[in-house]
């Protein structure tokens, strides 16, 4: 199962819900929905919070589930939650992508996937030595999002990390980067 998590304020972009600024084209929510879709997965979880209606018609689609967080101003601990609430008994595995990462390689969720060994319980991609996204997550590593508080992700600790490229570890904070051109792969 894949998950778009899509519930922040936006606080550091300024007035206006930044998913919805044109990044390349589209949306940056529609950019994001596409790179979750392109997952091997079964179903598409978003968790919406700020603007939920508007982010339920940009997410429509076929096996895509909106879900509803509750206090999103709690951080990402609380959309978090709200996934972990809608998972399904037999979803074991979950790859995490963040709404404003837009220029995530529509690939990576299968790299990642292909690569996870048995024992592994959170791989990640990195990039020159910082963690990145998709995050994927499966077995008991999914029972910490139940729990999770704050903006502190579960992928922070003991994840095992794969080699990435800058597009993993790009997200657009600031409007002075939507111009930006998608990050050099070198």
């Not at 936006?10 to 997952?39: E, Y």
């Not at 969720?109 to 997550?137: Q, T």
Request: glycine share 10%; net charge positive.
């Amino acid at each position: 199962m894949a998950v778009l998590l899509a519930a922040g304020h936006s606080r550091r972009w300024g007035p206006g819900n930044k998913l919805f600024t044109h990044v390349a084209g589209r949306t940056m929510v529609a950019r994001t929905l596409a790179i979750a879709r392109a997952a091997p997965v079964q179903r598409l979880i978003v968790a919406t919070g700020w603007q939920r209606e508007r982010l339920a018609d940009a997410a429509r689609g076929p096996r895509t589930t909106v879900v509803r967080v509750a206090r999103p101003e709690e951080g990402l601990g609380a959309s978090l939650r709200a996934v972990h609430a809608a998972l399904r008994p037999r979803e074991r595995e979950v790859l995490l992508f963040l709404a404003d990462m837009p220029w995530i390689d529509p690939a990576a969720a299968a790299r990642l996937v292909r690569v996870a060994r048995g024992r592994d319980r959170i791989v990640r991609p990195a990039w020159r030595g910082r963690p990145g996204h998709p995050v994927l997550l499966r077995g008991a590593a999914l029972d910490v999002l139940a729990h999770t508080r704050g903006d502190a992700g579960p992928g922070r600790k003991g994840a095992r990390l794969t080699p990435g490229d800058a597009r993993c570890v790009f997200d657009l904070d600031r409007p002075g980067r939507a111009g930006r051109r998608p990050p050099a792969l070198r």
